[in-house]
């Protein structure tokens, strides 16, 4: 059984919705709401260089997909990379940006794992209700960490507690007409509020 059959597999056509830059971080708190992960679809790549401004843990997709293409890492090692990178945005109330930019690296089968990178990171309420977030940390990561402001993870990690303001988000280069077509088997578009960036 693969990752995503943890999560519906009802297919479902996704409304994009047109926003301005300026607009990004009312998106993103609306996304939040519903408890959908915001899905940025930005040819001009704006949008990912306004996250490096913000309170933001990024992670290059682009980049693990080439390193497995090219033997230079295995899964297992990018896994762990990404294990790394989820605790620290909940660690320190950072936001999580997959940055896709062309490709559509497989976060539904290929780059998931229960203990490392879970495919409910792609439904945010369920996993930090659930206390699946606590299956990703190492006994290190659980060590009391003053600089942290949530302080090694309390045992009620959740929205409306310290360290709430962590949230994933996902940047795409593909377009209003595309992005489906390629990213319809690598992320969890059921999960997904989907913005088409005007940057007009």
């Not at 762990?80 to 559509?104: C, I, P, Q, W």
């Not at 495919?119 to 206390?131: D, Y």
């Not at 993870?153 to 209003?176: L, M, N, R």
Request: charged share 30%; hydrophobic share 35%.
């Amino acid at each position: 059984r693969d990752c995503v059959s943890v999560l519906t597999r009802k297919a479902r056509m996704t409304k994009v919705e047109s926003v301005k830059l300026t607009e990004i971080v009312e998106k993103i708190e609306d996304s939040k709401r519903i408890g959908k992960v915001p899905l940025f679809l930005d040819k001009s790549g704006n949008v990912d260089t306004f996250l490096v401004y913000q309170h933001t843990q990024t992670v290059e997709a682009k980049r693990y997909l080439m390193e497995t293409i090219n033997g230079q890492k295995s899964r297992e090692d990018i896994l762990e990379d990404l294990r790394k990178a989820l605790v620290v945005a909940m660690k320190y109330g950072k936001f999580l940006h997959l940055r896709m930019t062309n490709s559509a690296v497989n976060f539904k089968t290929q780059f998931c794992s229960p203990t490392s990178f879970p495919v409910e990171v792609f439904a945010p309420k369920e996993f930090l209700s659930s206390g699946k977030w606590q299956d990703v940390l190492s006994e290190t990561d659980k060590e009391r960490d003053p600089s942290s402001p949530i302080f090694g993870f309390p045992e009620h990690f959740h929205e409306g507690s310290q360290g709430a303001s962590y949230y994933p988000i996902v940047t795409s280069t593909f377009d209003a007409e595309e992005y489906e077509e390629f990213l319809q088997d690598a992320i969890p578009l059921e999960n997904i509020a989907v913005f088409q960036v005007n940057n007009s």
